[in-house]
């Protein structure tokens, strides 16, 4: 089972852009989909962006080609470069890790990082 630390979150103005990194310690990061959420009180949790562990990628239709995902199983990293930012991308994003298991999916979650966008 593999454990996950956010980290690249922070405050950006309007139009700019931040990579956030979710990196994994233990083992087999490679067979796990990697998906990155968002989370606001008004909004709740929503998906953003998942990498399969065939490196297929998917995108909430909000991203509209301003994020990009991507994974290192090398070095047992996942990545969020989101470029564009807008006020309403404001929010906790966590990385999610999942496989199926013996008796469903195994999910793991991290922390969260806290990114703002304001200028």
């Known amino acids: 089972q593999v454990q996950l630390v956010e980290s690249g979150g922070g405050l950006v103005q309007p139009g700019g852009s931040l990579t956030l990194s979710c990196t994994a310690s233990g083992s087999a990061f490679s067979t796990y989909s990697i998906n990155w959420y968002r989370q606001t009180p008004g909004k709740g949790r929503e998906p953003v962006a998942r990498i399969s562990t065939g490196d297929r990628t998917t995108y909430a239709d909000f991203v509209d080609d301003r994020f990009t995902i991507s994974r290192d199983n090398a070095n047992n990293m996942a990545s969020l470069q989101m470029n564009l930012l807008i006020p309403e991308d404001t929010a906790l994003y966590l990385c999610?890790?999942?496989?199926?298991?013996?008796?469903?999916?195994?999910?793991?979650w991290g922390q969260g990082t806290q990114v703002t966008v304001s200028s």
């Open positions: 999610n890790a999942n496989r199926p298991a013996a008796h469903g999916v195994e999910s793991i």
